[in-house]
Nanobody
């Protein structure tokens, strides 16, 4: 059974940093893409970043470029999202997801974590 477990969310002041983690288990993820999405009240779900397990190719959504960094630790089956220079508009529930076919679109992802709340105060 595939499990994705996020952690690392919390409350931070604007300009601060957080690192989210996504621990994956239940299968071999070497051919998977791991993505981060976020959902904020009143807004559309948004692609944040993605990374391929196999070769570490990285993709960012516009809101993440220059501020967020996605990385992976193959030995720990864990994906990270380092978020710097956080803004109040980054406030959302952040979800980790996995897919074998896709990068950018929510519907392409097969497995999802439970989400972790990130709140950025002004």
């Amino acid at each position: 059974q595939v499990q994705l477990v996020e952690s690392g969310g919390g409350l931070v002041q604007a300009g601060g940093s957080l690192r989210l983690s996504c621990a994956a288990s239940g299968r071999t993820f070497s051919r998977y893409v791991m993505g981060w999405f976020r959902r904020a009240p009143g807004k559309d779900d948004e692609f944040v970043a993605a990374i391929t397990w196999r070769d570490g190719s990285i993709y960012y959504g516009d809101s993440a470029k220059g501020r967020f960094t996605i990385s992976r630790d193959n030995a720990k089956n864990t994906v990270y999202l380092q978020m710097n220079s956080l803004k109040p508009e980054d406030t959302a529930v952040y979800y980790c997801a996995a897919t074998r076919a896709g990068i950018w679109t929510i519907s392409e992802y097969d497995y999802w974590g439970q989400g972790t709340q990130v709140t950025v105060s002004s």
